[in-house]
């Protein structure tokens, strides 16, 4: 493993090249097609701002190499070495097809499309955290790998994808933070990675818009709650305001919102918060790439 070139290569890690960027339009702009364009940009500050931005398409795709103000949920940063991860966002106009109530089902439908593309594509299990990290094993544990932050944008919806794929263990952001090749994946070149994932998350939005948005009908909130390792557990719900709500995590609701079942006998449904496992759940969801619209092996 060579960590540096300093012979003025254009990239500074020979293990973590560049994207292809001519192959990535190649194989994912086809006519009627929802991927319109895609770009690459070696730095910037937020592909979710700079999408939002630009004001264009349906199906634009922006990706940067490295970002110096990614954002989580709740504005919290997301950073990582330059090329060691994928982080994009692509502009998704649901409306008029999908009413703008179901539209919240957006990160949750990026998660499964993530989920899934990441479970064929790299043969590692990936599961979901209500409502938007993604979930790797390192080690026995439990890490987060990745997480997706939706925002509207006039008309339409803006989603961004964080996803660690190389990051080594001394790179690590926090000790609860994990990546694909930490969790032993088998494929880590970024460029089949990100084929796979806008496949996967085209295939499931093309779905679930033919569905009028409906989870139930698109087999949406079936596969959500098949893929999400919150189902099951006992959390703790930390909620805005500063109020919390201790419960099982036992459903998904048509909305996408979480359902705890309390001490005291009774079920909410939680729409907005953070949410921490407490304890393990008793059997924990295997994701799989049967729980995907399409059959079809990627290419």
């Known amino acids: 493993m060579t960590p540096s070139d300093s012979s003025g290569s254009r990239w500074s890690d020979l293990d973590r090249p560049p994207l292809n960027t001519p192959a990535l339009r190649r194989a994912l702009l086809r006519p009627g097609g929802l991927w319109t364009s895609l770009d690459v940009v070696a730095n910037t500050g937020s592909t979710n701002t700079d999408l939002a931005a630009a004001e264009g398409a349906e199906g634009a795709v922006l990706i940067a190499e490295e970002q110096s103000a990614g954002r989580g949920r709740l504005d919290r940063s997301w950073t990582a070495p330059a090329r060691s991860g994928l982080f994009f966002s692509v502009r998704l106009t649901p409306g008029p097809a999908v009413p703008m109530e179901r539209w919240g089902w957006l990160p949750l439908l990026a998660g499964v499309a993530t989920a899934t593309a990441l479970s064929r594509a790299a043969g590692v299990d990936t599961a979901l955290k209500w409502p938007n990290d993604l979930l790797v094993r390192v080690g026995g544990e439990e890490r987060k790998a990745g997480g997706i932050l ?21 790179e690590l952001p926090v000790p609860t933070a994990g990546s694909l090749a930490l969790a032993g994946a088998a494929v880590l070149d970024r460029d089949i990675l990100l084929r796979a994932v806008l496949r996967s998350l085209a295939e499931w939005y093309q779905q679930w818009r033919a ?53 005291e006998g009774v079920q909410r449904p939680v729409g907005a918060g953070d949410i921490v496992h407490l304890r393990p759940a008793a059997e924990p969801p295997r994701p799989s790439a049967s729980s995907d619209p399409s059959e079809s092996p990627e290419e």
């Open 150 to 170: 939706a925002e509207s944008s006039g008309d339409s919806v803006i989603v961004g994808i964080g996803l660690n794929v190389s990051l080594r263990a001394a």
């Open 211 to 263: 569905a009028g948005g409906d989870p139930a009908g698109c087999r949406l909130q079936e596969a959500y709650a098949a893929g999400c390792a919150t189902l099951g557990r006992t959390v703790r719900a930390e909620l805005p305001g500063g109020r919390e709500l201790t419960g099982e995590a036992v459903a998904v609701d048509g909305d996408g919102r979480l359902v705890l079942a309390t001490a």
